[in-house]
């Protein structure tokens, strides 16, 4: 694997854990899950979304190094993708302060990477840093299968709606629908009815670079209320 390859390798498993661990501070202690929200890939970097009382914010301000666990989730179940892990390390700072108005003001902290490293049965691979936050990766096959799985887990009942007026199917005919794949370049869909499986490809109007340009892409050609 050359080292381009891994960076890309490295950025989809960021952008689709299975589990995430985040260890702090040189005796490496665990910060427990209940303190933060993580989102999970912020410009090649995961950022984490503490309340004011959090020790995890404590940390940045403290000027803390940080460790990053990723369990891999990509790729189908049984794949060796499956059994890679993500190793993250570097030192936590406060990006931005929550908002007084809400109920829960939370803060975002992040994790300012120093060293990539990407584990597989075989061999530890140090990744480049910057070829890992390479803006280029942003649509990596990671991030587009969270996308997908997304789509099928939250919008469920607007893909429907959506593959009835697409393609003229009646909705009351509609067992289930689903998005199979998502490409810079289109979205394959699904649908079932009591006559088997219907799949299709809908190609966007021109090959997208950016999540947000992916947004309005299946926004426009699926739902409007697609995320």
Same mark, same amino acid.
């Given at each position: 694997?050359? /080292?381009?390859?891994? &960076?890309?390798?490295?950025?989809s498993?960021?952008?689709?854990?299975?589990?995430?661990?985040?260890?702090?501070?040189?005796?490496?202690?665990? %910060?427990?899950? @209940?303190?933060? @929200?993580?989102?999970?890939?912020?410009?090649? &970097?995961?950022v984490?979304?503490?309340?004011?009382?959090?020790?995890?914010?404590?940390?940045?301000?403290?000027?803390?190094?940080?460790?990053v666990?990723?369990?891999?989730?990509?790729?189908? /179940?049984?794949?060796?993708?499956?059994?890679?892990? =993500?190793?993250?390390?570097?030192?936590?700072?406060? #990006?931005?302060?929550?908002?007084?108005?809400?109920? !829960? /003001?939370?803060?975002?902290?992040a994790?300012?990477?120093?060293?990539?490293?990407?584990?597989?049965? @075989?061999?530890?691979?140090a990744?480049?840093v910057?070829?890992?936050?390479?803006?280029?990766?942003?649509?990596?096959?990671?991030?587009?299968?969270?996308?997908?799985?997304?789509?099928?887990?939250?919008? @469920? =009942?607007?893909?429907?709606?959506?593959?009835?007026?697409?393609?003229?199917?009646?909705?009351?005919?509609? =067992?289930?629908?689903?998005?199979v #794949?998502? !490409?810079?370049?289109?979205?394959?869909?699904?649908?079932?009815?009591?006559?088997?499986s219907?799949?299709?490809?809908?190609?966007? %109007?021109?090959?997208?670079?950016?999540?947000?340009?992916?947004?309005?892409?299946?926004?426009?050609?699926?739902?409007?209320?697609?995320?």
């Amino acid at each position: 694997m050359n /080292p381009a390859e891994a &960076a890309l390798l490295a950025r989809s498993v960021l952008s689709c854990p299975d589990a995430i661990t985040l260890w702090v501070g040189e005796a490496r202690r665990c %910060v427990e899950d @209940e303190l933060y @929200e993580v989102t999970c890939d912020m410009h090649g &970097a995961p950022v984490f979304s503490a309340s004011d009382e959090s020790a995890l914010l404590a940390a940045a301000h403290g000027g803390s190094e940080g460790m990053v666990e990723i369990a891999s989730g990509l790729g189908a /179940p049984a794949s060796a993708h499956r059994r890679l892990s =993500l190793v993250l390390q570097g030192r936590l700072v406060q #990006r931005d302060s929550g908002c007084s108005c809400c109920g !829960d /003001p939370r803060s975002l902290v992040a994790l300012d990477l120093s060293a990539v490293s990407l584990l597989s049965d @075989e061999e530890t691979l140090a990744v480049d840093v910057s070829r890992f936050r390479d803006h280029r990766h942003v649509l990596n096959p990671g991030y587009l299968q969270r996308t997908v799985e997304h789509a099928n887990e939250a919008h @469920e =009942l607007e893909l429907r709606t959506a593959i009835s007026t697409t393609f003229g199917v009646p909705l009351h005919s509609m =067992l289930a629908a689903s998005l199979v #794949r998502v !490409d810079p370049c289109g979205v394959d869909v699904t649908w079932l009815d009591a006559s088997g499986s219907h799949p299709h490809r809908l190609d966007f %109007v021109r090959p997208v670079t950016s999540p947000q340009e992916l947004g309005a892409a299946l926004r426009s050609h699926l739902h409007a209320g697609m995320c």
